[in-house]
């Protein structure tokens, strides 16, 4: 079984856009409840191929040659999963509860890679 990285996306815009739509806080908190039990659904039904949960990402720092800077960028969260290839990964992100329940906007799956030169 290859190992696949699933990062989950999402906008500021699409968020924004998400709460002016569910402005009453009662209505966003129900979409909450929901989103997280299909959330709960997708997990159990994946069960045997996640690796890794995984977490939600919060703010970036960027370190380069120039130092570290604050940035943004639209990784939201992420989670590793296996399957015998590229396509069976990322049909088990179909239709997720990210992006059709909450504002997120994708799910990229990249494939883990082995470090050159090592056995392991």
Known sequence: ?????AVFTGTA??????????????ARNERDRKGM??????????????VEMGAPLGRTKRIGRDGISDISNNLAAYT?????SYDAAAKMFENHPHFTIF????????????????TG
């Open 103 to 118: 504002p997120g906007d994708a799910v990229e799956v990249m494939e883990c890679l082995p470090i050159p030169g090592s």
């Open 13 to 26: 815009s699409a968020r924004e856009k998400a709460e002016r739509e569910l402005a009453d806080e009662a």
């Open 37 to 50: 039990e299909a959330w709960g659904q997708w997990v159990e039904a994946h069960r045997d191929a996640i």
């Open 80 to 84: 590793v999963v296996q399957a015998p």
């Open 1 to 5: 079984m290859k190992k696949f990285m």
